[in-house]
């Protein structure tokens, strides 16, 4: 697959690094709980999502941690080797309640590096605002360390409302620092940041949203409809969200992807990744767990939905707010 010619791009807050305007979500990458791995997927697909997501211009990886219990960063420290310094990674501190020192964010990060057998990543990422007996303040006074040391390129956090964003910020601020995003869910069908005062804040502060599941955890795809009855894989099987009264609500917004898509040659995944570029300083991050869907993924750029169609889709997802 050929590189997108013209790639759109945004800079993470006001001076981290700059990268595609879509980022790779690899939550799905060695979860075995929520996302069946192993069983609907494996290594190898995982490996040529990657290939296909450089491929196409798509560098940014957003990884955890937590995810698969550290097999994430594993499998993307593995694929990395074959494909050296083309991959930007993202990853993420959980602040468990026994990490009650500036040394445990230490560790934590030295452990994250050695999975991804890097020297540094491009963001890192507080994965909660939670706060037990290391408070926010030591936890920012230590990741701004790590920035002026160079293992973190940018300092993120995950899941933040409003009021904590602008308290790591200002935390951040004192050591001349910026906050350069806040990872939340955002998409057409879970806009709640544009009420919560998230987005409004962000924008104040120059801090990118960084939206993950920005497909609704395949929703917005079209593929599940109550036609079908096809069922998602792993846990997603037993959420509310797949019910056939859902499904059948959601028929309008998927007639809407479609029709929209059917005009600009896209498929309405693409159209719902589109309508979250268009929204401004927001970088999505939908998962691939195939060459498939991150080819299918990167397709998202490189075009632009029409005034009439963001605000008809707008119009049909207000009540997502």
């Not at 050695?114 to 939670?130: C, E, G």
């Not at 120059?206 to 079209?222: E, K, M």
């Amino acid at each position: 697959m050929s590189p997108i010619t013209d790639l759109q791009t945004l800079t993470l807050g006001p001076d981290g690094p700059t990268v595609p305007a879509l980022g790779v979500g690899t939550w799905a990458w060695g979860d075995s709980l929520f996302w069946d791995y192993g069983k609907a997927y494996s290594d190898s697909d995982l490996h040529a999502a990657f290939e296909a997501c450089l491929d196409a211009g798509l560098t940014l990886f957003d990884t955890a941690e937590i995810y698969g219990f550290g097999e994430s960063e594993r499998l993307l420290g593995r694929f990395m080797q074959q494909r050296p310094q083309q991959a930007l990674i993202a990853t993420k501190y959980f602040p468990l309640p026994w990490r009650f020192s500036q040394q445990s964010v230490v560790d934590a990060l030295a452990a994250s590096l050695d999975r991804l057998q890097a020297a540094s990543v491009a963001l890192y990422q507080v994965h909660q605002p939670l706060s037990f007996l290391l408070s926010q303040k030591d936890l920012m006074q230590a990741l701004a360390a790590e920035v002026k040391r160079g293992r973190i390129g940018a300092i993120g956090v995950s899941n933040y409302p409003a009021s904590q964003m602008r308290e790591a910020h200002g935390y951040l601020a004192e050591h001349g620092i910026p906050l350069a995003v806040n990872q939340v869910p955002y998409s057409l069908l879970n806009r709640k940041i544009e009420t919560s005062g998230v987005m409004a804040t962000a924008r104040e502060l120059d801090v990118t949203i960084l939206a993950y599941s920005p497909l609704a955890q395949g929703l917005l795809t079209g593929k599940y409809t109550p036609e079908t009855d096809l069922k998602p894989a792993g846990a997603r099987r037993i959420s509310p969200s797949f019910s056939q009264d859902n499904l059948t609500k959601l028929k309008p917004v998927i007639q809407a992807l479609k029709e929209i898509g059917e005009k600009h040659e896209r498929t309405p995944a693409q159209v719902a990744l589109n309508w979250l570029v268009a929204q401004g300083n927001v970088l999505p991050i939908p998962g691939a767990k195939n060459a498939r869907q991150a080819a299918q993924n990167a397709g998202a750029l490189g075009w632009q939905l029409a005034v009439d169609e963001l605000d008809r889709l707008g119009q049909l997802t207000q009540g997502y707010r």
